[in-house]
Structures are given as structure tokens and as C-alpha cells.
């Protein structure tokens, strides 16, 4: 079971760089910086919006708009990083008492 939260604090902590990742190029989109019409640039593109949009799409439906500032991204981070947290200090170490 100790091997289980592990796994997923380890998953968690992918996911976090993959936000993070996916919110760099976006502003890199925006600022003109690199070109969605190079076929490398649109396929990392697609892929972190793949992987990112179900987990921030709920968040910008419940979020207000701040006129072009999306912080959906942070409240992501801070929801990952607060489950890291719980496992780490909680549940790993509740499994490991029990011998699960």
C-alpha cells in the first residue's frame, strides 16, 4: 500500500511540471514568442492541452474571468501540492504503521 502512495505522489509531482510546462507555453504562445504553425511547437501544444484541460476547464468554469488572466494553472498547483502534502504527512505514513 506504502508503494501505492508513493506511485502517486510521484504521478502528482509529473502532473505538477506538466501545468507548469503547459502555462510557460502558453505565455510563449501569447507573447508571440514561438509559432503554433511549427508542427513541433503544435504538437507539445496539443499534447499538454490534452493532458491539462480536464483538470483545469472545472476550474475556469468555477473561477471568475480576471480579464485575460488565467489562474486556473495556480489553483491547480495549490490542489496538487496540498494532496501531495496529505499523503506524504498522512497517509503514507498511516499505511506504514498499519503494514499495509
Known sequence: ???ILLLINIVLSIYTWVIIASAILSWLVAFNVVNTRNQVVY???????RVTEPVLAPIRRIIPNLGGVDISPIVALLGLWLLQDINARYLIPMAARAGL
Open 1 to 3: 500500500m506504502v508503494s
Open 43 to 49: 504538437t507539445i501544444w496539443d499534447v499538454l492541452s
